[in-house]
């Protein structure tokens, strides 16, 4: 298996909403990622999970929480958020733990696109 | 900060002509990569070049890195209307590899038929 999975696909709630988005790879990566991307725009980094410990937070507000309950998956959890959150997530994963030189090509799953209401 | 930042931001050829897309860096790099994007999906991994290397090649895809010039360019040969995306450089600052991977802005590329 060699493909980073994303659920939902598409995902509407309202500001009061609590939701959670999912990813799961069965690599064997050690590193997980989630970004974020506006239309026209690059993916921004969010998190990073290393050996399933958060090693990067781009300063994220706290209406986004990630949570990582073992190597494959990755979830990212939602509460409160505001209509300019709305975009498109995409989760990552890369087989070396982000201090391994040499392992950080990284796979992406195609997304959950986000409208917040 | 930028890391990558990439020219032109939008190019149309004809299929079967060549796209090249360049990319500017600001900081040392441990590694180059180029991505590929249909509208409104994932990114997919197209070539890794790494900072001792100069130039890299994987089918019809040609990566060129210069260090001196903190730049790359990816050369498409021959292309086909499926090539139609957005492509971004990307980079990890060489300083240590702290997992973060830095876009550059894209290039549209539209391949007409």
């Known amino acids: 298996d060699t493909e980073v999975t994303q659920t939902p696909k598409h995902l509407v709630m309202g500001m009061t909403n609590k939701k959670s988005l999912k990813c799961e790879q069965h690599?064997?990566?050690?590193?997980m990622y989630w970004y974020k991307q506006k239309a026209k725009k690059p993916p921004e980094l969010m998190f990073v999970?290393?050996?399933?410990?958060?090693?990067i937070n781009e300063s994220v507000p706290s209406r986004f929480s990630p949570e990582c309950p073992n190597s494959s998956l990755l979830n990212l959890h939602l509460h409160a958020l505001q209509p300019e959150d709305s975009a498109l997530y995409l989760c990552?994963?890369?087989?070396?733990?982000?201090?391994?030189?040499?392992?950080?090509?990284?796979?992406f799953g195609p997304g959950t696109r986000l409208t917040v209401l | 900060s930028q890391q990558g930042e990439e020219d032109p931001q939008a190019l149309s050829i004809q299929e079967g002509e060549n796209a090249t897309m360049n990319c500017s860096y600001k900081?040392?790099?441990?590694?180059l990569q180029w991505y590929r994007q249909n509208s409104g999906r994932g990114l997919v991994h197209l070539i890794l070049?790494?900072?001792?290397?100069r130039e890299k090649h994987s089918g019809r895809l040609r990566v060129t890195l210069d260090t001196s010039k903190k730049s790359s360019s990816l050369l498409i040969t021959a292309s086909r209307a499926a090539d139609t995306a957005s492509y971004f450089c990307?980079?990890?600052?060489?300083?240590?590899?702290?997992?973060?991977?830095?876009f550059g802005q894209g290039t549209t590329l539209q391949v007409k038929p």
């Open positions: 990552a994963s890369s087989r070396g733990g982000i201090v391994q030189r040499g392992y950080n090509e990284q796979f």
């Open positions: 690599m064997g990566h050690r590193a």
């Open positions: 999970y290393s050996y399933e410990k958060l090693s």
């Open positions: 900081t040392s790099i441990n590694n």
């Open positions: 070049i790494r900072s001792n290397e």
């Open positions: 990307a980079a990890i600052n060489g300083s240590g590899n702290t997992g973060k991977l830095i």
